[in-house]
């Protein structure tokens, strides 16, 4: 009697590992890593002619969309990544709306006083005053001066992600890696920019899907796949030396 009543327990605890497994896999492969649909990528994105994780955007021009293994490809990760930077981008740029993380002083020029007696200055020297530094955009700072000299005002140090709409001018030269956004060759590791796509490419793959390298450039150029072929061709002699 009891065999037969941890059969069925021992069923269930086989299937609900293999369910636990499914799931867990599911939304964790790399871009390259090989996949079966959107659902496997951690990018939202299986390339619909490559059967490989890629990054939405990028997807579009190389793999002819995303949705491998579906009828018809889609740009639907694609539209909410998009959807995300324009929701971002305004609130980074505006000069009226700043990160709540931005460390901003400002200075109410209106609050100085130039009448009290005790604080009389015969100094022409500038006389330090003190801000009060507020979290957000706006604030106020308790200025007490009886120079006559103009208030210096301090520049707002700004931080956070206002200043990130350079792009890829986090990135050091040359070691944006492939798929990542580029100006010129200069900035991929592999040497080469996609003429068409603005994204690092590996050299000889450009050649055939983004029309060469170079972006940015008057002309595509293959210069980075031109030097690999050449490596290629001297250890070919050497070994058969």
């Known amino acids: 009697m009891a065999k037969s009543a941890s059969k069925p327990f021992v069923l269930t605890v086989f ?9 867990l896999s599911q939304g964790t492969q790399f871009i390259t890593g090989p996949c079966t649909s959107d659902a496997d990528c951690a990018s939202g994105c299986c390339g619909f002619n490559s059967g490989k994780c890629a990054g939405p955007i990028v997807a579009q021009e190389r793999d002819g969309g995303c949705g491998f293994g579906e009828s018809a490809p889609n740009d639907n990760a694609a539209n909410i990544l998009v959807g995300q930077e324009a929701g971002v981008l305004p609130t980074a740029t505006s000069g009226t709306s700043l990160p709540a993380t931005a460390a901003v002083s400002t200075v109410d020029v209106s609050a100085v006083s130039t009448s009290t007696p005790a604080l009389a200055s015969t100094s022409d020297e500038p006389i330090p005053i003190t801000a009060t530094a507020t979290s957000g955009t706006t604030g106020a700072a308790a200025v007490s001066t009886t120079s006559d000299e103009p208030t210096p005002i301090p520049t707002p140090a700004i931080s956070g992600t206002a200043g990130a709409g350079a792009g890829a001018g986090a990135v ?19 040497g080469c920019c996609g003429f068409n796509s603005g994204t690092c490419a590996g050299p000889v793959v450009a050649q055939e899907r983004d029309g060469g390298c170079g972006f940015g450039d008057a002309q595509p150029n293959d210069n980075a796949a031109q030097a690999i072929q050449g490596k290629r061709r001297r250890r070919t002699v050497k070994f058969n030396a």
Do not use: E, K
């Open 172 to 190: 050091a030269v040359g070691t944006q890696f492939i798929t990542g956004p580029c100006t010129s060759d200069a900035d991929c590791a592999s």
């Open 15 to 23: 299937l609900l590992s293999n369910f636990i497994h499914l799931v």
